[in-house]
């Protein structure tokens, strides 16, 4: 482990005397490349005899509709906006590191079901195993957002160090997946083609990085101008993109200057979990960034349940999906399914399965006889 440790720290070194040029992009893709299979390798060592990984985070079910995972430094609040939420009690005070394990706690919004989960606080070389990082970081990443507590009154530093640490785990915040096609080959070398101009990537440096995976060939496809991380993280295939928002507590500490520069920020949320200020805003922007959506189950000659709707994600909301939601043997008896709402043409509209819905949709099922 600390050999792996000693190698990192002597490319982070290589990597900050270097200066960024065309001259020297090929040999810091390179080092990047490196860096980046050294800390696979230290978060998720080789396992002996079916031991648990490294890696692993901590056993807490899944449970509701989606997963909001807690995350910040010792003491900036995270208990305390958990208990102010959920009403489910994590151990609060004025101490760092009071929340020594995984609390989760559920809030009903909207018809939905949100697991908050309070992550221990993380420490700064969380990503190379210091403290419980591992742990927190890798239960972080089955999170469908997260949400970075940070302390008003301690510097915004915090920001970019959690968000260093999140990234080093592969974490992506607010980012798409990289639009580049990569597609391995039995022969025929490294093709590079791309249909923009490309200023960070050209063929010698992609074969660098591709070297170092022992891919000799390869054919990989630019759609806009991407970096070497971004071809890294296409090739380590691992990374985890997911929207975060950045709950800024303890503002009644701060003056109102101080907040109003807050407030111009991107993602940001300006809260006091204490005093219980702006907690409905946090979770309206935790309901916009979860992206659910809302379908009504309608019964045939009664009218819908709305006190109950069946939650499903923004990118698998079609009429098979809501099905399968429901039970996974309703697709054997599905025949039609009628619509009402924005998705329907017109009031109700007939569909098949791969009718996409949208939220607050009434669908009735028409079964085969």
């Given amino acids: 482990m600390s ?8 490319i982070e070194d290589e990597m900050g005397r270097t200066q960024k040029n ?11 490349a490196k860096l980046a299979k050294l800390r696979r390798d230290l978060l998720a060592p080789p396992t002996k005899g079916g031991g648990a990984a490294a890696g692993e985070g901590f056993d807490v079910t899944k449970s509701g509709d989606s997963r909001v995972g807690l995350v910040g430094f010792p003491s900036v609040g995270k208990s305390t906006l958990l208990n102010k939420l959920t009403g489910t009690f994590s151990e609060v005070a004025s101490y760092e590191f009071t929340t020594l394990t995984c609390i989760p706690g559920v809030i ?8 908050l989960l309070d992550l221990p606080g993380i420490i700064e070389g969380a990503k190379d195993g210091k403290g419980r990082g591992r742990q927190v970081i890798s239960t972080a990443r089955t999170c469908n957002c997260i949400l970075i507590v940070l302390d008003a009154i301690k510097p915004i530093t915090h920001k970019r160090l959690i968000e260093k640490e999140l990234e080093g785990f592969g974490i992506r915040l607010n980012k798409e997946p990289p639009n580049l096609t990569f597609r391995k080959k039995d022969k025929g070398g490294i093709n590079l083609t791309s249909t923009v101009t490309s200023t960070h990537l050209d063929l010698d440096t992609v074969k660098a990085i591709c070297s170092e995976y022992r891919i ?8 806009y101008d991407a970096t070497a991380d971004d071809l890294i993280d296409v090739i380590e295939g691992s990374r985890i993109y997911m929207p975060c928002i950045y709950a800024v507590n303890k503002i009644d500490q701060i003056t109102l200057e101080e ?18 200020w702006n907690l409905d805003g946090l979770l309206d922007k935790i309901w ?3 992206n659910l959506t809302r379908i009504y189950t309608k019964p045939k000659a009664m009218n819908p349940d709305y006190d109950d709707p069946v939650i499903l994600s923004s990118k698998k909301r079609t009429v098979e999906d809501f099905c399968i939601r429901i039970h996974k043997d309703m697709l054997k008896q599905f025949k039609y399914a009628l619509v009402w709402g924005s998705s329907a043409k017109h009031k109700p509209q007939r569909v098949g399965r791969e009718h996409e819905l949208e939220d607050e949709d009434v669908v009735q099922i028409v079964k085969k006889i």
């Fill in 216 to 223: 000799h060939n390869a054919d990989i496809t630019l759609r």
């Fill in 3 to 10: 050999t792996i440790m000693q190698k990192i720290k002597e």
């Fill in 288 to 290: 916009e960034y979860l």
């Fill in 259 to 276: 907040l109003e520069i807050l407030d111009k920020l991107p993602h940001y949320c300006p809260i006091s979990a204490h005093l219980e």
């Fill in 22 to 32: 065309k001259a020297t992009a090929h040999h810091l893709g390179l080092l990047k």
């Fill in 108 to 115: 009903t919004y909207r018809g939905a079901k949100i697991q």
